[in-house]
DNA sequence: CAAGTTACTGACTGATCAGTCACATCTGGG
DNA sequence: CCCAGATGTGACTGATCAGTCAGTAACTTG
């Protein structure tokens, strides 16, 4: 649906809460009411949403783990990183996931949050063969990926900030 | 401040855009019209308060890390995960660094995030004497943790589930 | 007690936004 | 050509919310 993916890079910006349907409906260049029509609500297309962006995150991923071919588990978890890090230039897909997890009062929206987790959880043990505590691991840095791209990081140059995003921004 | 005290639960629920300031002025027993004059406007309650939560995290890991007295810097970070992840018990610490940072689009709530990491990291680094890298280690996790409480993690009983929150939750 | 100052509120306004609905305008099949 | 379904929209409504303002109550100080 071309909605949902322009929806990604809408919703991207200000998150569920603070982008109307209106704008998603601008981007996807059709008018809000049609929005409503091929979707049950804001809540509906955000959920529609969310699933997508997890869809390309782990697609990503398993792309980026595969493209080493078969390797030891530390270098194909090495080849996903780069390839989550890569998602830092683009933004949409990391920011979106970051909102939806803020969101996550919602319960629709949560829900679609664990499955989304979930997803990338068993493709990164799967294709990585890594055992959990690396796995583990692989996530908390993923997670500090974002934080590093919501504070734009990247772009203070203090040394606080060069010990957060060593090795991963610029 | 009473009212930014009590701010810190209001908006640990749903966050900057989603939560009205009536709701916070009734958690604080005071009219909204009051908290208009107390502060130039939602935007400047919602950085008042932000500032006091980094306040109240930086303090919780600094007395963590001064308990275990002087220690190898892997004991004293560990002290100081220990009292980060005591934090999950109440939420709205976390909670809100966590909406917090979904709003960096704000211009003044990205700065003041920056501010708060800031501060963070400079105790954990001053207060542990770790390297850098472990500092980053440190944070990752504490992102971490962020994820598990925002989706609740712990109340899921899958094995994908368990390998995120391994050793944290639970 | 008078006068000033601080603490606080009810009642409003203007804007924004989710969601609806009646109404177009295409499309292909018989 | 006619009709049925799909694709789409403009114009509305009702609710919510940030922010204002005029005014009241409660202290403080002389």
């Not at 962006?53 to 782990?58: A, G, K, L």
Request: hydrophobic fraction near 50%; aromatic fraction near 6%; charged fraction near 20%.
């Amino acid at each position: 649906m071309k909605i949902v993916s322009r929806a990604v890079a809408a919703f991207a910006h200000a998150g569920y809460h603070a982008t109307p349907v209106s704008e998603v409906a601008e981007a996807a260049g059709v008018s809000p009411a049609y929005v409503f029509r091929l979707f049950p609500g804001k809540l509906g297309l955000f959920v529609a949403t969310v699933d997508h962006c997890y869809d390309q995150v782990t697609a990503t991923l398993v792309r980026g783990g595969e493209a080493v071919g078969p390797a030891a588990p530390d270098d194909v978890l090495a080849a996903m990183s780069a390839a989550y890090v890569n998602l830092i230039r683009d933004r949409n897909l990391i920011m979106l996931q970051v909102h939806a997890q803020s969101a996550c009062d919602v319960p629709e929206i949560r829900d679609a949050v664990r499955r989304g987790v979930a997803r990338v959880v068993r493709a990164v043990s799967r294709v990585s063969g890594a055992d959990p505590g690396a796995v583990q691991r692989f996530l908390a840095y993923g997670q500090l990926c974002h934080l590093i791209v919501q504070a734009d990081l990247g772009a203070v140059d203090e040394s606080w900030a060069r010990t957060v995003s060593a090795g991963i921004s610029h």
